[in-house]
Nanobody, 116 residues
Framework: QVQLVESGGGLVQPGGSLRLSCAASGSIFSIGIMGWYRQAPGKEREFVAR????????YYGDSVKGRFTISRDNAKKTVYLQMNSLKPEDTAVYYC?????????WGQGTQVTVSS
């Protein structure tokens, strides 16, 4: 079992920045991929970004390329999502996920609201 806890969400003005964190605990020895998804009210969950835990490969959704950056801290078993140039359409609940031996684990989500 893997437990994921997100933090860092909040209210920010358009053009601003936020950094989300996702801390993993439990049986984390064979996590292969960690990433972020988001879900806005009335919409399907959308892929945001992911990285391979053992390498340097990163992937981004088209809507966030060039604005968001995913990174990790191996020692802290934490994944970060740096979000810059935020837009109102980035408003959503952001979820962290981790894939371990074919099983996907999810965090509880953190709300990001972009509004003036």
């Amino acid at each position: 079992q893997v437990q994921l806890v997100e933090s860092g969400g909040g209210l920010v003005q358009p053009g601003g920045s936020l950094r989300l964190s996702c801390a993993a605990s439990g049986s984390i020895f064979s996590i292969g991929i960690m990433g972020w998804y988001r879900q806005a009210p009335g919409k399907e969950r959308e892929f945001v970004a992911r990285l391979n835990w053992s390498g340097d490969s990163t992937y981004y959704g088209d809507s966030v390329k060039g604005r968001f950056t995913i990174s990790r801290d191996n020692a802290k078993k934490t994944v970060y999502l740096q979000m810059n140039s935020l837009k109102p359409e980035d408003t959503a609940v952001y979820y962290c996920d981790a894939i371990q031996t074919g099983v996907t684990y999810w965090g509880q989500g953190t709300q990001v609201t972009v509004s003036s």
